[in-house]
């Protein structure tokens, strides 16, 4: 079956800018997360949603970063007036209850 | 504060003996860890999990070891493949399920 899907791949925006980034989980998955990657670093834990609402979002820096997962299935991470540190890869991940992660390919953002 | 710590940077092994990767943790809520592999441009993929109420867990070539008086885990591969070159994260968290605190990896090096 389909694995974790992000969209786009790669995404290079002007700082000030608000960007959007897409994840499809495993279908059949409840559980989704979003991490951030920095260069040589391990990932980072942003939200984590069970079902359509946010179980855990005390990772997200500040509220320029908002995630929403409205019918339990896709969930799109938003960034407003992006900065240049927002630069990173972005990971999203999803689970069956209880059960070990499955993470997409990521999407790579730059911030010039 | 890092919760998770991979101490190595990198690791060099010849093809055919044994990879020892480890991890420390100083959170002792953590109950459960993963090691996951991450290969360029893709996302982290799971290899093998323990709960805290075990002490060793294998899978084929891989066994993954829980000593939680020191807070110490390391995940051995053998016989090491080129195949296994690749970057190694492990990750902890309070009951799977729940976010993950990743180290900041160990970049194997698997020479034929």
């Known amino acids: 079956g389909a694995g974790v899907s992000q969209t786009p791949s790669n995404k290079v925006t002007e700082k000030g800018k608000y960007v959007e980034l897409r994840c499809d989980p495993i279908?059949?998955?409840?559980?989704l997360y979003w991490y951030r990657q920095s260069l040589g670093q391990g990932p980072e834990f942003l939200i984590y949603?069970?079902?359509?609402?946010?179980?855990?979002d005390s990772g997200l820096p500040n509220d320029r970063f908002f995630a929403v997962r409205p019918e339990g299935s896709v969930s799109t991470l938003k960034i407003q007036r992006t900065e240049r540190g927002d630069s990173a890869v972005y990971l999203c991940?999803?689970?069956?209850?209880?059960?070990?992660?499955?993470f997409g390919p990521g999407t790579r953002l730059t911030v010039l | 504060d890092q919760q998770v710590k991979q101490n190595s940077p990198s690791l060099s092994v010849q093809e055919g003996r044994i990879s020892i990767l480890n991890c420390d943790y100083t959170?002792?809520?953590?109950?459960?860890f993963l090691w996951y592999k991450k290969y360029p441009a893709e996302g982290p993929t799971f290899l093998i999990s323990?709960?805290?109420?075990?002490d060793k867990n294998e899978d084929g070539r891989f066994t993954v070891f829980l000593n939680k008086s020191a807070k110490h885990l390391s995940l051995h591969i053998v016989p090491s493949q080129p195949g296994d070159s690749a970057v190694y994260f492990c990750?902890?968290?309070?009951?799977?399920?729940?976010?993950?605190?990743f180290g900041g990896g160990t970049r194997l090096m698997v020479k034929p």
């Open positions: 991940a999803s689970s069956l209850p209880y059960n070990e992660q499955f």
């Open positions: 279908s059949g998955h409840t559980a």
């Open positions: 949603f069970q079902g359509t609402g946010a179980a855990d």
């Open positions: 959170n002792s809520m953590f109950d459960y």
């Open positions: 323990i709960s805290s109420i075990k």
């Open positions: 990750a902890a968290s309070r009951n799977a399920g729940n976010m993950l605190t």
